[in-house]
């Protein structure tokens, strides 16, 4: 039954003592210890307290509950109960709803006449229906720690708080470790998953990288392949069209050649078979003779040709050729180079004896005018300036027809027992002091190393120079080409190698040295005289 309203609470204190309904008690819940209002429902139990005076008797609900249930709705009824408890409680204090009057002063209050309601009509009955069965749901108690009420038709009683709480708590404990290794598991899958990540990002720059290095080498081979299809067409236009035709000149070129060849090889036959017989001299000597130019001279000699000289009695006559016009005549010529047509890489027997053609005749004439490539002797040259005071005079003519002399005023070689060391002075002239002073281009001890004064004489078979070492492939005369008086080595080279043209290269040379026909104080090291010759003449004061 619902609570009263104010208009019967108002009839309750008129005369008629009209009796107020009491609000019927809280029904209890089907829950255990549960107090409730219809529609409403507590955990935990709940206490009544009555207050108010006369027949009617507020009663006011208070919770001793910490936990609520999770029926919102129900609470706001158990609110909206609670609201009219409060109602009645303030109208017990102070009514304020009718007008009290005085006895004395005014009339007794009266009720106005009214109409009766009406009656009558209205809606018919309700069909009667027929109760249903209704089949009656197995109950099962709730997880925490709830029951079944005795009477079953009441439903399941709620647990306590403290229950819940002790329930929570245990439920608690297993579920935070629970949290703890799913919160682990999930820092463990970030980590994982972050460092998954990163190796794909990774590789994923591997790929690119590898991708653009498949794509340069793609471009690198089709450059290649390009080249080698330019390389291909040109193999084959070379092999199947310019190389035969070049082997076709080639072929050409070495017949001729090799007709070329069959004709030196003739020649030199026929020069091997001429050599094999003594040369003879075709010219006429002359009858004036002495005992070497200048003594020719003055018992009348006058034309440059070749002579028959004996420096003492003991020995035999033997040809040189006299220059009877060079620096007013009467030069024994020791030496001479002009055209190559000799080799003066020889060893000491052919330095010691002599070699070489002395002259030639020129044409049309009967006496042998010109002279030729020679040695005369180292016997011979000791002979000659140890007869007196000798003058030596070197004359050179480079390519070009430039000409220049060294004229030394003293001059002798000794013999073989002191290995024809040589001695020079009093150097005059436009070629250079070569012999005494060494090569002008170099200063200090490599200069001193290419003095010759004082020098023995050596060749390639008889090491007699000044360049002391222990390997027998350091010599000086077979570097330089021929006999010489070397030092370590030369400042002039009259008797080396023949180079036609003048210049030559280190290539050129047969051990990479300066072996030509030099004379360094004049044209260097790299450059081979045309010609050169060497002059020997008594000394005699001139008017």
């Not at 009339?107 to 018919?124: D, M, W």
């Not at 794909?200 to 392949?225: C, F």
């Not at 080698?228 to 017949?255: F, G």
């Not at 370590?488 to 072996?515: E, L, S």
Request: charged residues 25%.
């Amino acid at each position: 039954m619902a609570p009263p309203s104010i208009e019967a609470l108002q009839q309750g204190t008129s005369t008629s003592q009209q009796t107020l309904q009491k609000p019927p008690p809280p029904r209890l819940s089907p829950f255990r210890n549960c107090a409730s209002w219809p529609g409403s429902c507590l955990w935990g139990g709940a206490s009544g307290r009555q207050s108010g005076r006369g027949p009617y008797r507020v009663t006011a609900v208070s919770t001793d509950l910490v936990t609520r249930a999770p029926c919102f709705k129900r609470e706001k009824e158990l609110s909206k109960y609670s609201n009219v408890e409060d109602d009645r409680t303030k109208l017990r204090l102070d009514v304020r709803g009718h007008r009290p009057y005085d006895k004395r002063r005014e009339e007794a209050p009266s009720l106005r006449p009214v109409p009766p309601p009406i009656s009558g009509g209205g809606y018919r009955a309700r069909p009667a229906t027929a109760a249903l069965r209704q089949k009656k749901v197995e109950r099962k108690p709730p997880d925490a720690d709830g029951c079944l009420h005795a009477d079953p038709d009441l439903g399941v009683l709620c647990p306590t708080g403290c229950q819940l709480q002790d329930t929570l708590v245990k439920q608690e404990r297993p579920v935070r470790k629970s949290v703890e290794d799913l919160r682990n598991n999930v820092e463990s899958v970030s980590q994982t998953s972050s460092s998954t990540f990163q190796y794909i990002t990774l590789l994923k720059n591997m790929w690119k990288e590898r991708q653009n290095q498949v794509q340069d080498n793609e471009n690198v081979v089709n450059e290649y392949s390009l080249h080698l299809e330019k390389h291909q067409l040109y193999i084959d236009e070379t092999v199947n069209n310019n190389i035969p035709t070049k082997l076709r000149v080639l072929r050409s070129i070495l017949e001729n050649l090799r007709s070329k060849i069959q004709k030196l090889e003739s020649d030199v036959s026929t020069q091997m078979e001429y050599c094999r017989t003594p040369c003879t001299v075709t010219c006429n000597i002359p009858v004036v003779s002495g005992k070497e130019c200048e003594e020719i001279i003055r018992n009348g000699g006058e034309t440059s040709e070749m002579y028959l000289i004996q420096p003492d009695d003991s020995s035999k006559p033997y040809r040189v050729y006299c220059d009877m016009k060079t620096e007013k005549g009467g030069w024994t010529v020791i030496q001479n180079r002009q055209d190559g047509s000799v080799d003066f890489g020889r060893k000491w027997d052919p330095y010691k004896q002599g070699f070489g053609n002395i002259a030639t005749n020129a044409e049309g004439k009967k006496y042998c005018g010109i002279p030729g490539e020679y040695w005369l002797g180292n016997d011979k040259i000791s002979q000659l300036t140890n007869m007196g005071p000798t003058k030596l005079l070197i004359e050179m003519e480079d390519w070009k027809g430039d000409k220049v002399m060294a004229l030394y005023e003293g001059f002798t070689v000794q013999n073989e027992a002191n290995k024809y060391q040589l001695s020079v002075s009093k150097y005059r002239g436009t070629a250079g002091n070569a012999l005494i002073e060494g090569a002008s281009q170099l200063v200090g001890e490599n200069r001193t190393m290419t003095i010759h004064n004082s020098m023995f004489f050596s060749t390639y078979d008889r090491d007699n120079d000044g360049w002391k070492t222990t390997d027998p492939r350091k010599q000086c005369s077979k570097e330089d080409g021929g006999g010489w008086w070397y030092n370590r080595c030369h400042a002039a080279n009259p008797n080396g190698r023949y180079y036609w043209g003048g210049t030559y290269t280190w290539d050129m040379a047969k051990h990479g040295t300066d072996d030509g026909v030099v004379w360094m104080n004049w044209q260097g090291s790299w450059y081979s005289m045309k010609k050169m010759s060497m002059k020997i003449r008594p000394y005699f004061p001139e008017q």
